[in-house]
């Protein structure tokens, strides 16, 4: 099974930006759906972003869209989510995650993608 682990994530100030990483250990990371997941103290872990196997498709939540872009590279066995924009309310852990083959396009149950990498924090002060 693949694992998964994320980097990039720290501490910044509102309007800052930040890359976070999601690197793969098993190159069938590129036959899978991912998607980036964040949880806030407090709140249930929620839908970023999803990608597509081929990088072709994308799926955002409303709350990032336009502002943040997910992005891989199968050829490396990573995953991107540039955070552009960032507010105090994108504060939380980020997790990257394996999703199913199939994509749909409306598919963010965090129940549906497994495993999950260990998570990296980021923190936007105002």
């Known amino acids: 099974q693949v694992r998964l682990a994320e980097s990039g994530g720290g501490s910044v100030q509102t309007g800052d930006s930040l890359r976070l990483s999601c690197t793969a250990s098993d190159n069938n990371f590129s036959s899978y759906v991912m998607g980036w997941f964040r949880q806030a103290p407090g709140k249930e872990r929620e839908f970023v972003g999803a990608?597509?196997?081929?990088?072709?498709?994308?799926d955002y939540a409303d709350s990032v869209k336009g502002r943040f872009t997910i992005s891989r590279d199968n050829a490396r066995m990573k995953m991107y989510l540039q955070m552009n924009g960032l507010k105090p309310e994108d504060t939380g852990v980020y997790y990257c995650?394996?999703?199913?083959?199939?994509?749909?396009?409306?598919?963010?149950?965090?129940?549906?993608?497994?495993?999950w990498g260990q998570g990296t924090q980021v923190t936007v002060s105002s």
């Open positions: 990608i597509s196997w081929g990088g072709t498709r994308t």
């Open positions: 995650a394996q999703g199913p083959r199939l994509w749909t396009g409306s598919d963010r149950d965090p129940g549906d993608f497994s495993p």
